[in-house]
């Protein structure tokens, strides 16, 4: 029988964002998309996910907000879990900062009721310069966006916010880890999954070239073979 796996989309994601996973990885694993859409805390998004996910153990891939969310999934019930692969994503909490810079695209998309304005701002950090004209790679992000909606935006980025600082959690997993992040990811850098490597017991850090953050979408290709060798290994 295929092994379950458990893929958790980023900040005004969808399944979409895992579509080539889904398709590519198919004859190895069963994939379920979670939705993360719902919930305004971690410790919610998990609790959804635990109950809705198929029954018993599986394999859990998190991108960005979805490594979030999979990180406090191993804080409340990591023998779930087979393996966990973490793309483009932090331990670290927000500063005080990011937390000011969220707070001013919460009240932009209010303002605007729609994403445009926000993906305006947020395309430049979100994909490499090499595809931030790829119309359907751009499509894809804003259709996206548009989908889930303001409310749950709103929820997310309170999510976000909220969530504890996970880098306790990343020594007490035992089950082996990938890291994958795109080399010019400019939201959650190369050098925050270098430090997630070097605190996981059992961690494969892998870095997927002239790719940014959303590195599914962009590396599909690439993204795909490190997920199959993740979960064949
Ligand atoms: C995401 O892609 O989920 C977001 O960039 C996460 C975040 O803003 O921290």
Known sequence: MRPALVLLPGLLCDGALWAPQVAGLADACEPWVADLTRDDSM???AQRVLDEAPAG?????GLSMGGYVALEI??????????LALLDTRARPDSPDEIERRRTLM???????????VNRRMLPLLVHISRQS????????????????IPAYLRQQNAIMSRVDFRPVLRTIDC????LCGRQDAITRVSLHEEMASAVPHARLEIIEDCGHLSTLERPAEVNAALRHWLEA
């Open 57 to 61: 153990r599986f394999a859990l891939a």
């Open 176 to 179: 082996p880890v990938l890291l």
């Open 74 to 83: 191993m804080r409340q019930a990591p023998a779930r879990v087979t393996r």
């Open 43 to 45: 410790q919610a998004m």
């Open 107 to 117: 009240r932009i998309a209010e303002a605007a009721r729609g994403f445009a304005p």
């Open 134 to 149: 790829d119309e359907q790679l751009v499509r894809t992000i804003q259709e996206m966006a548009d989908r889930t909606g």
